[in-house]
């Protein structure tokens, strides 16, 4: 199969977008985080897709029921809630700087799996890119001090974690449609989450709306997410999370007036670099899948 320039161009666009949607997301729920706990908020996100999902596609159901490849997904989004854990656990025990810092080893490690698992082809311009988009990142985030063994431990495997959810999602997004890896994810996230949350009542509707506009951007960034991997390999787009820490200074800004520090600024020039070499000069070609 070839991966032509035009699909590759589509998945960065959709994958840019996820990125966005999910920095807006993560403030979303920083931002309600002093209403409700995080395992709440995650219950709340994850039954808002459900529904959405059924509403888009009434069938899709019956499709997951189907579906052998319910299976995989299902372990996806273990891996998913399994990242969404350890990130939070370390980012109580260390400045979130070092673990954004550790979590951003995630992108090496998911072209690294790309190769023996997806058998896909790495170019320069991907490790380059990969490369100094982690030096941006480390500029950026500007760590100091020393690290706590076990807090690193978490934010590393925080990583490993999302880059084994990705390989997933990569492996399998031509087998499933988008609407059924929808379901199952937020089906398994609302399962683990619902047992583990303490409820708070949202007092007034306003917070009942925010709650849904939760569910609605994570409805939005995984559909971007599981559309862009369906057009290019997993290794071409990796990089590209780094454009986050751009998205949540941004947000960071106008939503809770944190002012960008000049490592941010020198660090998100180098992102935007790595992005652009990426798109000019990433690779062309996808393997058959495995």
């Known amino acids: 199969m070839i ?30 985080g002093n209403l409700f706990g995080v395992w709440q908020l995650l219950f709340i996100r994850s039954i808002v897709m459900v529904f959405a999902t059924i509403m888009m596609k009434p069938s899709v159901c019956r499709e997951v029921i189907r579906s052998p490849y319910k299976g995989a997904t299902a372990v996806r989004a273990l891996f998913q809630i399994a990242c969404t854990f350890c990130f939070f656990a370390a980012a109580k025990l260390m400045p979130l700087g070092q673990v954004t810092t550790l979590y951003a080893a995630a992108p090496v490690i998911i072209v ?14 991907s490790w380059a890119a990969v490369v100094l988009g982690m ?10 001090g020393s690290l706590n063994p076990v807090p ?16 997933y999602t990569r492996k399998a997004a031509t087998r499933e449609s988008t609407q059924a890896q929808l379901l199952t994810t937020g089906c398994v996230f609302c399962l683990v989450s619902g047992l583990l949350m303490d409820w708070t009542t949202p007092a007034n509707w306003f917070e009942i709306g925010m709650c849904a506009i939760l569910g609605i951007e994570i409805l939005l960034a995984q559909m971007l997410f599981f559309e862009g991997y369906r057009f290019a390999p997993a290794s071409v787009l990796a990089p590209l999370e780094y454009q986050s820490l751009i998205w949540v200074s941004i947000l960071g800004f106008v939503m809770f007036g944190d002012v960008p520090t000049i490592h941010t600024v020198v660090g998100a020039t180098l992102i935007v670099t790595a992005g652009i ?14």
């Open 112 to 125: 690294l799996l790309a190769i023996p698992i997806l058998g896909e082809e790495v170019g320069r311009a």
């Open 277 to 290: 070499l990426l798109t000019l000069y990433g690779n062309t070609r996808k393997p058959v899948m495995r």
């Open 3 to 32: 991966t032509t320039h035009e699909k590759r161009a589509l998945g960065v666009v959709l994958v840019c977008g996820c990125y966005m949607m999910y920095s807006l997301h993560y403030a979303t729920m920083k931002w309600m």
């Open 135 to 144: 030096i941006g990142t480390v500029i950026a985030a500007n760590p100091t």
């Open 152 to 167: 690193t431990l978490l934010a590393f495997a925080s990583g490993i974690f999302w880059a084994l959810a990705v390989i």
